[in-house]
């Protein structure tokens, strides 16, 4: 798959994290799949609490990805899946207090 996050409204927190994902075909990842994927690389406030798919991400002549056209994409859709779950609290498996 081809991901990339973004950060999207949030009532509670003010953003949180959206991942953006070109899934391969014949795929569907889910959010909690992506959120375990992820867990032992990220800290746990830095996981994706929204799930956007798309047919394929966007990118500039230099082959990065267009964080712009990402953010608009997740403020836009309708189609958020989210938000993970468990508690409301951001996780903070980081370490530090």
Request: net charge negative; hydrophobic share 35%; charged share 25%.
């Amino acid at each position: 798959i081809d991901t990339i996050v973004v950060g999207v409204p949030d009532e509670t927190w003010g953003s949180a994290v959206c991942a953006v994902v070109q899934a391969r075909p014949g795929s569907a990842p889910d959010l909690e799949s992506l959120r375990e994927s992820a867990r032992g690389q990220l800290a746990g406030y830095k996981l994706p609490r929204h799930l956007v798919l798309v047919d394929q991400i966007v990118r500039s002549p230099s082959g990065k990805p267009d964080t712009r056209w990402a953010a608009r994409v997740a403020a836009e859709s309708s189609e958020l899946v989210g938000a993970a779950s468990g508690n409301d609290e951001p996780d903070d498996s980081s370490g530090t207090s």
